[in-house]
Every structure is written in C-alpha cells, then in structure tokens.
C-alpha cells in the first residue's frame, strides 16, 4: 500500500541484486510511494544478478557503474539527472563486500591487500558518492542520502570480519559528510543499522544463519525484514524527516538496546 509519500521525487538506488536484496525492496517500495528512480550496480552484479528484469518492471533506467570508482560514479549522477529530468531527491547506498570473508580469513590473520578492497567498496564508495554528487550538485534542497550498516560497526560480533572495520568508516562518513552536506547544501546523510536479513552478501558470511537467530531472540519485536527496511527508507527518504542527519538509526527490533532476553535464557538453561 502506498502513501505518496515519494510522489514527485527522484532518486538512484545503488545495489539491488535479486528479490532477496534491502536494495531491491527498496526500489519497489519507491515506485509504489510515487517516485521515479535509476538503478545502479556494479556490470558484473548486472550480469549475475536480476537488475534489468527490474528496471524494466519498474519503468527504471539501469545504469552500470562500479562503486569505487569516481568515473563511474560521475556517470551514474549524471545519466540519473538527466534520465529524471532534475535533481536527486533521495539515494540509497547498498553495497558491501569482503574477500577476507569469502575466502574464510580470520581477523586475527586478515590479507590486507583484500582490507584495502573491503575498505574500498563498502565504505570509501559511500564517501566517493557523495563527493561527486556535492560537485556536481545533483542533489536537490533537503535531499536524503541513507547507507545500510550493521551493529557489527559498534559491538563485537564473531566472525563479522573486517566488514565490521568498513561499517564503523560507512558510519563516520555519514556524520562528517553529513556536517558539511547539511551546512552548505541542506542535504541529509544518515546510515541505518538493520537487522542481520538473509540476503545474498549475508548468507556469504559463515554461521550468518545463527547472528540471524540470536537476534531474532533477543529483539523485541523480532528481526527487521528487508520489506521492513525498505518502509523504513521511505520514511527517510520523505519530508516527514527533512531534519534528521548525521544519525546512525538502529532499525533492529530493538536488538541494540538489549542485554539479554527471556528467550535466550531459555535457551541456555535448556542446553540447546
């Protein structure tokens, strides 16, 4: 159900895969709320992924652009100006990546060279974005910038890796950038730490299945969805929060406030 809530806008999602992705979600729900969008990811995610099946179905120009690079990057913004007829009202920053997960490195034993890939495409592409977008001022007056993060960014959580490392750069970019995009150009930046949701990057990470039950066990209300997310977004992405920036906001059921649950106690005076 929507709520109009986008009507009129225009914005760029960076990172939609598959139907399991928060980007994916994320894309639908702005079209439904009345906006029109770009999609970007990376041409090998295009080739691999669902991405064009998605544009088409969502009337959205897909652009392919590698996230860490400033040339690219350059196109997507403008190709997206242009293909929208004006300035970006909203953007979504859904990427993250570790080669020191895939290949099962411990973080005690991390390659640094795969640190420095980690590092780049799921944290310094967030501050690369907004650097070509502020230059090119293609974001519109009380514009809404959102990157997805993790707790991991905050708490230790095993086996995270160096993703933790990237999530905790992902969250000082926001704020830095944040302060500066605010002063000069009203643009907001905020970062959301979701829930861990089964998508394709989490279930790359070993023993994501049990992150996701432990959560579901101490949260409240439950593990957030990526459907959940993705209304989550929309409320930022709106006019309803023109005067939020520079937060990190735990959209996890309630997870990050916990010490521990009935649920999980449970559990553990059960032996299971």
Same mark, same amino acid.
């Given at each position: ?17 598959? @139907? ?90 991390? @390659? ?24 090119? @001022? ?70 994501? @299945? ?63």
């Amino acid at each position: 159900m929507g709520y109009n809530l986008l009507k009129g806008k225009r914005g760029i999602i960076f990172g939609a895969l598959n @139907d399991k992705s928060i980007a994916w979600k994320v894309a639908e729900r702005a079209v439904e709320e009345g906006a029109q969008i770009t999609l970007s990811n990376a041409p090998i995610a295009l080739r691999m992924g669902q991405i064009n099946a998605l544009g088409e179905k969502l009337n959205a120009k897909v652009i392919a652009a590698d996230a860490t690079s400033v040339e690219d990057l350059e196109k997507v913004f403008s190709e997206s100006t242009e293909a929208l007829g004006g300035k970006i009202d909203f953007v979504l920053h859904s990427i993250g990546m570790s080669p020191n997960v895939r290949k099962n490195k411990p973080y005690d034993d991390i @390659d640094y060279k795969l640190l420095d890939t980690t590092l780049n495409i799921s944290a310094i592409s967030f501050h690369k974005m907004l650097q070509v977008a502020k230059k090119q @001022d293609a974001i519109a007056e009380y514009g809404s910038i959102v990157a997805l993060t993790y707790i991991a960014s905050q708490r230790a959580i095993f086996g995270y890796n160096d993703m933790a490392d990237a999530k905790a750069l992902l969250e000082s970019i926001a704020r830095s950038f944040g302060y500066i995009y605010g002063t000069e150009k009203h643009v907001r930046i905020n970062t959301i730490s979701q829930s861990p949701t089964m998508t394709t990057a989490g279930s790359g990470i070993k023993g994501f @299945d049990s992150f996701v039950d432990f959560a579901e066990k101490m949260s409240p209300l439950g593990n957030a969805t990526a459907e959940d997310c993705a209304n989550y977004c929309m409320a930022m992405f709106s006019d309803l929060t023109r005067k939020v920036t520079m937060q990190n906001l735990y959209h996890d059921g309630g997870f990050s406030s916990m010490g521990i649950s009935a649920e999980v106690m449970e559990k553990y005076n059960s032996g299971k």
